[in-house]
């Protein structure tokens, strides 16, 4: 049966840190929701001091530059594909993220402390049911060299080759994994976000990764990698593609099942595919 208890947290949970881009030190609040209310981010609107509520879902996307843009009632959260792929992969069905900042804090770049402070939130069941939903037919996005497929399945898993020749440090790298709650922390929640040595300065020009560091990102340059500690997978590029991937497309707003096969796809081509995907659940 692929039916299942609807699922929120037991408590509130407080995280602060810096956005990558803006720079600005942000905190947020996951707060337990009742069941059926979905994903949904919150911030004061600062005309009238009311909180806007921004639910998760395609609709209100608004930017897929270096990440995943929300918005509602020209209200925004920026960068807030991390902390959907920890809360689609830890099936948390419900929650309000109450947020003071339009950027959410970047943690380490990866999904592990928004995992943590799931798990320190605790994981409750709830009255209604969910029911993960099945593909009617394969559907599939392409743009030049970028390409996204999603097949019937009985499982959700992700197939992802990235292909970075002009620089060698990353080449060629696949993996694929069918995503279990334990799978991804385990696989997929440790990968770290990275860029490029020659892009650094492209990036500061048009103000972006005002809060980047070796704290929270992975460079590469082409005779060298320069982080902190080591690299925690020989290919994590290819696995934090693929955490962004499934942070993007939690955005349908309900599970699904499907495998999803990606070669070089990004937040634009992620939530092109996710756009697909909704003509064909069933």
């Known amino acids: 049966m692929l039916e299942r208890a609807q699922k929120t947290l037991k408590k509130g949970v407080r995280f602060s840190g810096v956005g990558v881009h803006s720079g600005k030190v942000a905190e947020i609040f996951l707060l337990p929701a009742e069941e059926n209310t979905g994903v949904v981010f919150q911030r004061r609107n600062p005309e009238s001091g009311e909180y806007v509520d921004i639910p998760a879902r395609l609709d209100c996307v608004s930017n897929t530059g270096r990440s995943t843009s929300l918005q509602r009632e020209g209200v925004s959260v920026v960068t807030i594909e991390h902390l959907l792929a920890a809360l689609r992969a830890c099936e948390i069905d419900n929650v309000f ?25 605790g994981v409750c069941s709830q009255g209604s049911s969910v029911f993960p939903r099945k593909l009617s037919r394969p559907v599939f996005y392409q743009s030049g060299d970028i390409f996204l497929a999603a097949f019937p ?26 995503i279990t709650e334990e799978v991804f922390k385990k696989e997929i929640a440790p990968c770290r976000t990275f860029a490029l040595y020659n892009e650094l300065c492209f990036l500061m020009e048009k103000g972006l990764i ?24 020989t290919d994590e590029p290819v696995r934090h593609k693929m955490l962004d991937l499934i942070g993007d497309l939690s955005l349908v ?30």
């Open 97 to 121: 993220i109450r947020s003071s900042e339009e950027e959410i804090p970047i943690g380490d770049g990866s999904s592990e402390s928004f995992v943590r402070i799931i798990q320190q939130a």
């Open 153 to 178: 399945s009985d499982e959700f898993k992700i197939s992802y080759t990235l292909h970075y020749p002009h620089c060698r440090m990353i080449g060629t790298q696949y993996r694929s994994l069918v």
């Open 210 to 233: 005002r809060g980047g560091s070796l704290e929270n990102a992975v460079i590469f340059k082409d005779d060298g990698i320069i982080c902190k500690g080591k690299l925690r997978f």
């Open 253 to 282: 707003g309900q599970p699904f099942l499907a495998h999803v096969v990606a070669v070089g796809s990004g937040h634009s081509s992620n939530i092109a595919l996710a756009k697909e995907l909704v003509s064909v659940l069933q």
